[in-house]
């Protein structure tokens, strides 16, 4: 440093040492405005000092720690970290069965074949290809699908027939990936690098082969893509649907590219909820969420960054696994019905379900510390009450039911039209048998569709469930913070708002088969009717009770939300479409349900009537026209009735 009278030339580092020479106290009141002169005179009247020397040092380690601090900012916010992670080593594959119950009922009713038909009736499990152009698609009520095409061919479900169908198709997987991760009744994820490497193929014509291998076997097609991880190979593998397949380049440039454009809802685990407070901040792609990165590392607890990031990148695991029993952290079993009042009804289907748990615990090999109550109320809130025992629990229904009963009593009376009953802090009673030894078991874990598939396979009260494994499919990985609504029980709700009957004629038993997630549910509100104090908590408040038990209630408000929300949308014009629309083409197209027209293709209007489809909307309608639906009315002129499968009645 120049040690002349001149002060030295100014710079970055001396002028950060300059301003540390001048003291704590150059922001005191009175001192002159500026402050360059007489900091630069206390540097240099400093200089040579010990003080001065100790302050230069550390005027340097705070510099380069500054320096570090931002480069590991703009690393985060670049991704850098996560971008070590990327594995571009395994060719994994999702493959995914075509319209699958459709497609396998043609196999039993080939005069099916280029008809529009839904498979179900209260709720629609899939629709085929044709009846897809009107709109028409799982997890639809029939009514609603009857009035989007009034032609529609309603097909009962026969699940055997999906079943068996499914393990053929799965052992077609198999031979290409042993450890295949069998997702659903219809989708698998494989890892076929080394298939690949054993047979000297590139994973595109070992996909190509594969498929075509299932449908020489079962007379089924099946979409799939390619990709470098599970995340990527789901969201390619219905890019060519149907029977098609999409491989998605192994290079960094490529995937980042497909990942930019992308809708951030296609991603697993962005459900309509996260959709909508991501969109609300300025997120609708997964471009978006690098443009606003430094937000989202502000929000990070509510938004998860890191997820979000890799996301972003196209990162996610390969690890292609079966599911583990593991993974399983409840088991449960509810029913929806007509709104009941009557004390001995209730207990009466509180005895039902607490039958059915005991069967479900015995069958699946569990028992568990917590038992929950859930009871829906006739206003669509939802409660649940909770015991914990120090103990593994009886799962006798005596027992069972006895747990229920005491949650139950003290908040009676009450007007429901759900009661539920859970166990969780589970035990697996099998845990030390051979692995061998186990019972295989059909039981889809985790995602709300696959709880829906159960929920209408319950509904279509089918026959028992043949013996197959099913894993785990939710992202291993997901967005902090937010609960994605089980959209199943909305359904389930519109079924039975639609059964007309004095009594309860519609009861759905479903099987409760999730996954506990351990991300935090929403804020909670206060139930509708007045609870003493202690039951006012209402996030799972805990307080000492009877026996050592812990007690929790928790309530959910997201139907009355979105009801209101939707409820607010205005239908009055009269509905125009008649004719199926064209796949693909993008022209002005009249939404059925809120009547708006829209300029977009026929993705862009299922989307649409996706959204429109909300519980809320279709209630708002009922209200205004208990039947037809108004806004329908132009559509229900035709009603063609089919002799392949029942209508809704
Ligand atoms: P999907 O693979 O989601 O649908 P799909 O096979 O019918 O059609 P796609 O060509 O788009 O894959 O589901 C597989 C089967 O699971 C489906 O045929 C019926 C059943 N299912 C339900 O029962 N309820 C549901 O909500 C969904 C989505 C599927
Ligand atoms: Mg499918």
Request: charged share 30%; with cysteine; hydrophobic share 35%.
């Amino acid at each position: 440093m120049d040690s002349g009278t001149n002060p030295p030339e100014p710079s970055q580092d001396t002028a950060s040492l300059v301003q540390r020479l001048a003291g704590p106290s150059t922001g005191k009141a009175g001192l002159a405005k500026d402050q360059t002169e007489i900091n630069r005179i206390i540097a240099e009247a400093s200089k040579g000092s010990k003080f001065y020397e100790n302050e230069k040092k550390k005027d340097k380690d705070l510099t380069e720690r500054i320096t570090r601090v931002l480069k590991q900012r703009d690393e985060a916010l670049q991704g850098v970290d996560i971008q070590m992670e990327r594995d571009l080593s395994q060719y994994i594959v999702h493959v995914d069965m075509d319209a699958f119950f459709a497609n396998v009922e043609l196999l039993y009713q080939p005069d099916l074949a280029g008809k529009p038909f839904g498979v179900g009736r209260g709720v629609l499990t899939t629709a085929s290809y044709e009846a897809r152009k009107y709109g028409v698609r799982s997890g639809m009520p029939g009514f609603i699908a009857e009035k989007l095409c009034p032609d529609l061919i309603f097909v009962p479900i026969n699940w055997d027939r999906y079943a068996e169908n499914s393990q053929k198709v799965m052992d077609v997987f198999r031979r290409y990936d042993p450890n295949m991760n069998a997702a659903s009744i219809d989708e698998a994820y494989l890892n076929i690098t080394a298939y690949c490497k054993d047979h000297n193929i590139g994973p595109e014509e070992c996909v190509r082969e594969m498929r075509a291998k299932v449908q020489e076997e079962t007379n089924l097609t099946a979409s799939a893509g390619i990709a470098p991880n599970k995340m990527l190979a789901k969201i390619c593998s219905d890019k060519n649907k149907p029977n098609g397949q999409f491989y998605l380049s192994f290079d960094r440039k490529t995937i980042v590219t497909f990942m930019h454009d992308l809708p951030i809802r296609k991603i697993q685990g962005v459900g309509r909820v996260n959709e909508r407070l991501l969109e609300a901040v300025g997120i609708k792609t997964c471009g978006d969420v690098f443009t606003h990165r430094a937000m989202l590392s502000l929000m990070d607890k509510q938004f998860g960054l890191d997820f979000l990031l890799k996301t972003y990148l196209g990162i996610a695991s390969n690890v292609v696994q079966p599911g583990q029993r593991e993974e399983r952290k409840s088991v449960g079993s509810e029913r929806t019905f007509k709104a009941l009042s009557s004390k001995e009804k209730i207990l009466q289907k509180l005895e039902e379900i607490a039958l059915e748990l005991e069967g479900d615990l015995n069958r699946l090999g569990f028992t568990g510390k917590t038992v929950t109550l859930k009871y829906k109320l006739d206003t669509y809130q939802v409660f649940t009450r909770a015991r914990s025992f120090d103990r593994w629990i009886s799962t006798k229904k005596e027992d069972l039911f006895a747990t229920g009963k005491e949650l139950l009593l003290p908040e009676l009376p009450l007007t429901i039209r759900l009661i539920g009953l859970r166990v969780t802090k589970l035990k697996d009673l099998r845990a030390s048998s051979p692995s061998g030894g186990i019972k295989r078991f059909f039981e889809p874990l985790n995602t709300s569709a696959q709880k829906r598939r159960k929920l209408l396979d319950d509904l279509e009260q089918s026959a028992d469930l043949p013996v197959m494994e099913l894993n785990q499919t939710e992202p291993e990985e997901a967005m902090p913070g937010f609960y994605e609504h089980d959209e199943a029980d909305e359904e389930l709700d519109m079924v039975v708002d639609n059964v007309e009957g004095e009594d309860h004629p519609l009861q759905i038993h479903a099987t409760e088969t999730t996954v506990v997630q351990t991300r935090p549910r929403p804020p909670v509100s206060a139930p509708a009717r007045a609870f003493s104090s202690r039951q006012q908590n209402a996030e799972a408040s805990t307080s000492s009770g009877s026996r050592g038990a812990v007690e929790s209630r928790t309530a959910t408000t997201s139907y009355i939300t979105r009801a209101s929300e939707a409820a607010s949308r205005s239908r009055s014009a009269e509905p125009s479409i008649e004719a199926p629309l064209d796949t693909g083409a993008t022209g002005t197209l009249q939404c059925p349900i809120c009547t708006k027209t829209l300029e977009t293709d026929n993705q862009g209007l299922n989307s649409h009537i996706d959204f429109c489809l909300s519980r809320g909307a279709i209630m708002a309608a009922q209200t205004k026209a208990k039947s037809p639906v108004k806004g329908f009315k132009s559509w229900g002129k035709k009603n063609s009735k089919s002799s392949h499968g029942k209508r809704k009645g």
